[in-house]
């Protein structure tokens, strides 16, 4: 009903810049709130940023405020995540979620299947 899909992982060297994407399709009314995770290997997943819709203060997990840039574009449900200066430790799967409103007027959060970002030393 809903899906989103991310893209824009990859290997990079330390230091250096990615793009990701979240595009969500679906029965989309409107989105509330979106949001980005991350998750290493045999790691908890933890909110690196998120961002709320009307709200134009965005937050940030303060090991990556100042590199990380979170932004949407509500025209086409799309959300992103530029990510400056690179450290070997942002090496992690990327999910996407959003809080979603249905054509139904249901709320819901989805969750993206995730996007590797790996950063080499």
């Known amino acids: 009903q809903v899906r989103l899909v991310e893209s824009g992982g990859g290997l990079v060297q330390a230091g250096g810049s990615l793009r990701l994407s979240c595009a969500a399709s679906?029965?989309?009314?409107?989105?509330?709130?979106w949001g980005w995770y991350r998750q290493a290997p045999g790691k908890q997943r933890d909110l690196v940023a998120s961002?709320?819709?009307?709200?134009?203060?965005?937050n940030y997990a303060d090991s990556v405020n100042g590199r990380f840039t979170i932004s949407r574009d509500n025209a086409k449900n799309t959300m992103y995540l530029q990510m400056n200066s690179l450290k070997p430790e942002d090496t992690a799967v990327y999910l996407c979620?959003?809080?979603?409103?249905?054509?139904?007027?249901?709320?819901?959060?989805?969750w993206g299947q995730g996007t590797q970002v790996t950063v080499s030393s």
């Open positions: 679906g029965i989309i009314f409107s989105i509330n709130k």
């Open positions: 961002i709320t819709n009307g709200d134009d203060r965005p």
């Open positions: 979620s959003a809080d979603v409103v249905t054509i139904f007027k249901l709320t819901t959060d989805y």
